[in-house]
């Protein structure tokens, strides 16, 4: 891992990249645009055991929120532990400028 | 002590305070005037994009707008929120990399084009004047209706404190100023909304109160306001009036919209490190959700107890609060049946007998958020916390929207446009001298307001998703994207936008009915379509047009990966 990376693994590195990010936008869309909209009605009729609340306005109004905050700190995971496979994370003496 | 006694007291206060981090937090190069010289940690630059995304709009008008329509409040939860998935994974940690001090430095640069930055120059220019106008505006409301001051002196005490700040301390100011109205602004939100879960459903989390039980009568919540609705001739407050399709455009155009607003952006750009950005729009959008998931917590208990205080009531005996927001003109009663007794109902409403029944009360929805301490009958001192929160997150707003004015005219137009060979010294004074120019006319906008802020934040939303969005993911995404179609992916976006939002709002508002508009897509939602449209042109432009050129191609590698710059290797394709 200490030689110099080549065209070649950033390419697979990027690629990698588009995945991660292909597969949580798509949790992302499903929650906002699926869950809290298209399929809201359908999902009302469902309420979450012990509350009030109708499940496609929770997802609406609160849980697609929730989701969101988790789908940004997955992804801050994921890629730190890709930079590092692929040994492009920054060094510690970077970023002082 | 009085409202008005621990108002002053606590606006003050406040405002000592954030004169007091301006003098400690003065910019001394262009660097830290623009990004804070890139030294911001990440968990306090999430606090400061919070506080500098969370507007007057966010914290006085957002609940009571949800508080009026119910699930299709829903828009500006999912709406305001999810952008900043669209942040964290497709701009943030590209643009921080690149490194540069403004929006259109990117976009000059990738396109190796003036045409291109001058054009992104504008669309920041409009944007943030048609933003910071609003922010201005919520300052004079709060100083008229809380410390009963003269708006025109409002807007001006607010100015001088800006102006103080942002012209003395630049970003770096203005970020630890923004971390402090961070703390002040959610604290004044979130005081009233436990008190508030306490009373109506005894649970202090107001996220849990709102699908809890009510005290009183032991069903749910939620049930019960959904009761009251039907009882009174207005829609269920969990279903929606809005057309599915009209939902998902409005939106996707305010997610888009607020990944391209420059003002977010550029906060990105003040963090050490590629990583730091990342981790920094997940604590921005935590700190964000604490005060999105309590507002329509919010909304709910503030309809529960408006229906319960106004419904049948007579008119007489309102409360204290109600006469003082009558005198602003923001409640109006008008007693169409001569009874006496106030009849708030929705358009379906009917009587015993099965006769319509006529609404004889105006309420405007901006007042909700600030009239609910008063309407709960909260203590004085909660009241007053409400004022200096509603000041904190119109100024923490108003400071970064001028920010991006004053980089776009001294950074973008002068140094890289008119005077290359201006000095560090002359820079910083001219960034300085824009900043003071921009707050003065935002003040005058705050003052004589044009009689349609309402409408042009939609412009603002809709623009930032047509213009700056698809241009700047295709500038990382895509390295066959050329300055020719960014251009024409641009302009056609921001045409096609600007012309549907003018058309209805301004040209011929009498035909602004879903029956006109192009599959029942909403002026608020056109903004996802002038993307979609955006991205199409660009596309198919480039595909007929040059390639870029070499340089424009190393840069878009160079971006992709996070370690040091200089490094770009060639990678074909």
Redesign the interface.
């Known amino acids: 891992m200490n030689q110099p990376a080549t065209g070649r693994d950033h390419l697979a590195y990027w690629r990698r990249n588009l995945r991660y990010v292909g597969i949580l936008l798509a949790i992302w869309a499903l929650v906002s645009y699926g869950a809290g909209i298209v399929f809201a009605d359908a999902l009302d009729t469902v309420r979450i055991p012990g509350t009030g609340f109708p499940l496609g306005f929770w997802f609406a109004q609160q849980g697609a929120i929730y989701v969101f905050v988790v789908l940004i700190f997955v992804y801050v995971f994921l890629m730190n532990r890709l930079d590092r496979e692929f040994d492009v994370d920054e060094r510690d003496e970077e970023g002082a400028a | 002590m009085t409202v008005l006694q621990w108002t002053a007291t606590l606006v003050g206060l406040s405002f000592a305070l954030y004169i007091g981090i301006a003098i400690w937090s003065r910019a001394h190069s262009t660097s830290e005037f623009y990004v804070a010289g890139?030294g911001v940690h990440p968990l306090a630059n999430g606090m400061a994009t919070a506080a500098d995304w969370m507007s007057a709009a966010s914290f006085i008008s957002m609940a009571g707008i949800?508080s009026f329509l119910g699930?299709d409040?829903?828009v500006y939860?999912?709406g305001w929120?999810?952008g900043?998935?669209l942040l964290?994974?497709?701009l943030a940690?590209y643009l921080r990399k690149f490194g540069a001090f403004t929006v259109p430095d990117f976009v000059g640069e990738r396109y190796y084009s003036q045409t291109a930055r001058v054009v992104a120059v504008i669309c920041a220019i409009f944007v943030s004047f048609t933003y910071v106008a609003g922010q201005m505006r919520g300052v004079g409301i709060v100083f008229s209706r809380f410390l009963e001051i003269d708006i025109t002196l409002g807007v001006a005490i607010g100015m001088g404190i800006v102006f103080f700040y942002a012209v003395l301390g630049g970003m770096k100011g203005i970020t630890y100023t923004q971390v402090a109205q961070y703390c002040v602004l959610i604290f004044a939100y979130m005081v009233p909304a436990i008190f508030l879960s306490m009373l109506v459903t005894g649970i202090p989390i107001p996220?849990?109160g709102?699908?809890?039980?009510d005290q009183e009568t032991g069903t749910?919540?939620?049930?019960r306001l959904n009761g009251l609705h039907q009882e009174l001739g207005f829609t269920a407050y969990?279903?929606g009036t809005k057309s599915?399709l009209d939902?998902?455009a409005i939106?996707?155009a305010l997610?888009v919209g607020t990944a391209g607003l420059p003002h977010v952006i550029i906060r990105f750009y003040t963090v050490?490190?590629?990583?730091?950005a990342?981790?920094s729009?997940?604590w921005a959008?935590?700190f964000i959700?604490l005060l999105?998931?309590a507002a329509?917590a919010v909304a709910v208990f503030a309809r529960t107890n408006l229906l319960n205080t106004v419904t049948d009531q007579p008119y007489a005996e309102m409360p204290e609060w109600f006469t003082k927001w009558e005198t602003t003109g923001l409640i109006s009663y008008e007693d169409h049946n001569g009874d006496g007794l106030i009849q708030y109902v929705g358009p379906d409403a009917v009587d015993a007998a099965g006769a319509a029944v006529r609404n004889e009360l105006t309420i405007d929805r901006d007042i909700m958020v600030l009239a609910n301490p008063e309407i709960a009958r909260l203590p004085n001192w909660v009241v007053g916390l409400v004022a200096a929160g509603g000041l904190a997150a119109a100024l923490s707003t108003a400071a970064g929207l001028l920010l991006v004015l004053s980089a776009a005219i001294s950074h973008d137009l002068l140094k890289r446009n008119w005077r290359p060979d201006i000095s560090e010294r002359g820079e910083l004074l001219a960034a300085r001298f824009s900043a003071g120019a921009a707050v003065l006319v935002a003040g005058y906008l705050g003052i004589n307001p044009p009689g349609f802020v309402a409408e042009v934040v939609a412009f603002a939303f809709g623009l930032a998703a047509a213009s700056f969005f698809p241009v700047i993911i295709l500038g990382i995404f895509s390295k066959r994207l050329n300055r020719e179609g960014a251009i024409a992916g641009m302009l056609c976006g921001i045409t096609l936008t600007a012309a549907y939002i003018v058309y209805f709002k301004f040209v011929n508002p009498a035909a602004n009915v879903a029956e006109n508009w192009w599959f029942g897509i909403s002026p608020e939602g056109i903004g996802s379509i002038g993307m979609a449209v955006n991205f199409a042109v660009a596309i198919v432009v480039s595909r007929f047009t040059p390639a870029p050129p070499p340089e424009a191609q190393r840069l878009v590698?160079r971006i992709?990966?996070?370690?040091?710059a200089g490094e770009a290797?060639?990678?074909?394709g």
């Open positions: 890139k949800i699930y409040g829903s939860l999912m929120t999810g900043y998935v964290a994974l497709l940690p996220q849990i709102l699908g809890a039980a749910f919540l939620l049930d969990t279903d599915t939902v998902l939106t996707a997610m050490p490190k590629v990583r730091d990342r981790i729009v997940g959008l935590v959700a999105y998931t329509p590698e992709r990966l996070p370690r040091g290797h060639e990678i074909s």
